[in-house]
Each structure stands twice: as structure tokens, then as C-alpha cells.
T-cell receptor
């Protein structure tokens, strides 16, 4: 069974500061890893994903994440926060070997950006 | 990526009634899923909507409560039956195509049961 842990249900950063949202996963097989963003009253938008290959993946809106197998982590970063980044961020994992492609989500981290 | 739409976007319903939520994708997809997001919570998979056959439900979800149809490769419905206030949630459909591991989500249906 897979699981996802997002450290910090709420993170506040100043505009222009580094954004770091933490995600650790557990999976018995090589995982597929995702970050989604949910703006207020909207659905989920895919930010970025890791499936195979390069462990540093770049996504939309200047976000990137690095897959670290030894640390079972997939932390999301952005060098400089913008007011428009304020939203809830979900890390998710699926099992590359199961063939079911079901996503298991973390509990989410709400990002606030302080002007 | 394709556009995924849901109807209705929100509804307020009385307990004991049922609501059918529609999910439409503007291109043929491989897989479709339904999720529930309870207030302040993360997403939980309800079921995988299988085209032309019965949906595959996750533990804790049953067909009598959440009947699902998927008559073709671009459309699915989720019915929330005999609703109670505990069913107040956001219901989201998602779809994948090509690279099956990547799911794209609809805008969600916000349901309030009184």
C-alpha cells in the first residue's frame, strides 16, 4: 500500500521568498509522483510529475521538484513566491507496477503568501 | 490537454434525495475516476469508472450509494443516493489518456446536503 505524508498543513512565506513544500511517500515499487495545486473553489491542476528519467522535474509557474529515492521524498520548491501562488498543494503517488494508476493523495498544504 | 467539465458546478440538496453528477471530456480518454473531497480534507478515490462495465469501487464505497455509469469513452456520471449531510463534499472526476499514470481533473461539483 502506498501513502503520502505532507509535512505542514499550512505554510506561510513572504512574497519573493523561497517556497518549500515537503512530501514524503511510501511505496513498495518505483512510484509515480505528482504535485497538484487547487485554487479556491476550483478543481486540481497538475503542476508537475515524476515518472522515470531525470529526478529533477520542472513544472508550470516556476515550480520544480526533485525525486530522492534514498529519502523517499518529492519536495516542491519555487525560488521566489508570488501572491498568485497562494493555494492548496497536494502531493500524490501512484504505483507504477500495479497497472491500476490509482492516485493516493497527501492531506495537502495550504500556502499563504504575505505581501 | 483536453477539457474536462462537470455539471452541476454546485448544488444544495435535501436529505434523502439523490443527485447525479455528469463528467464530460472533449476527447476520448483511457480511464476515468471519481473522487470525494470532504470539507478541509484531501481527495479520496471513490471508484474507477470502466467503459461498458461496472465500476471498480474502493473500500468503503458501494454501488448502491454511489452508482456510476460510463457509457462511452468521453462521459461518466456519478449518483450520490439517499443523501445525508455527511455527503456534503466536493466530487471530482478525473481522466487519463495516453500516459495512463497522469490524471487531469475536472472543476468539481460542490454539494451541500441539508
Amino acid at each position: 500500500a502506498q501513502s503520502v505524508t505532507q509535512l505542514g498543513s499550512h505554510v506561510s512565506v513572504s512574497e519573493g521568498a523561497l517556497v518549500l513544500l515537503r512530501c514524503n511517500y511510501s511505496s513498495s515499487v518505483p512510484p509515480y509522483l505528482f504535485w497538484y495545486v487547487q485554487y479556491p473553489n476550483q478543481g486540481l491542476q497538475l503542476l508537475l510529475k515524476y515518472t522515470t528519467g531525470a529526478t529533477l522535474v520542472k513544472g508550470i509557474n516556476g515550480f520544480e521538484a526533485e525525486f530522492k529515492k534514498s529519502e523517499t521524498s518529492f519536495h516542491l520548491t519555487k525560488p521566489s513566491a508570488h501572491m498568485s501562488d497562494a493555494a492548496e498543494y497536494f502531493c500524490a503517488v501512484s504505483d507504477s507496477g500495479a497497472g491500476s494508476y490509482q492516485l493516493t493523495f497527501g492531506k495537502g498544504t495550504k500556502l499563504s503568501v504575505i505581501p | 490537454s483536453a477539457v474536462i467539465s462537470q455539471k452541476p458546478s454546485r448544488d444544495i440538496c435535501q436529505r434523502g434525495t439523490s443527485l447525479t453528477i455528469q463528467c464530460q471530456v472533449d476527447s476520448q480518454v483511457t480511464m476515468m475516476f471519481w473522487y470525494r473531497q470532504q470539507p478541509g480534507q484531501s481527495l479520496t478515490l471513490i471508484a474507477t469508472a470502466n467503459q461498458g462495465s461496472e465500476a471498480t469501487y474502493e473500500s468503503g464505497f458501494v454501488i448502491d450509494k454511489f452508482p456510476i455509469s460510463r457509457p462511452n469513452l468521453t462521459f461518466s456520471t456519478l449518483t450520490v443516493s439517499n443523501m445525508s449531510p455527511e455527503d456534503s463534499s466536493i466530487y471530482l472526476c478525473s481522466a487519463s489518456w495516453g500516459a495512463k499514470e497522469t490524471q487531469y481533473f475536472g472543476p468539481g461539483t460542490r454539494l451541500l446536503v441539508l
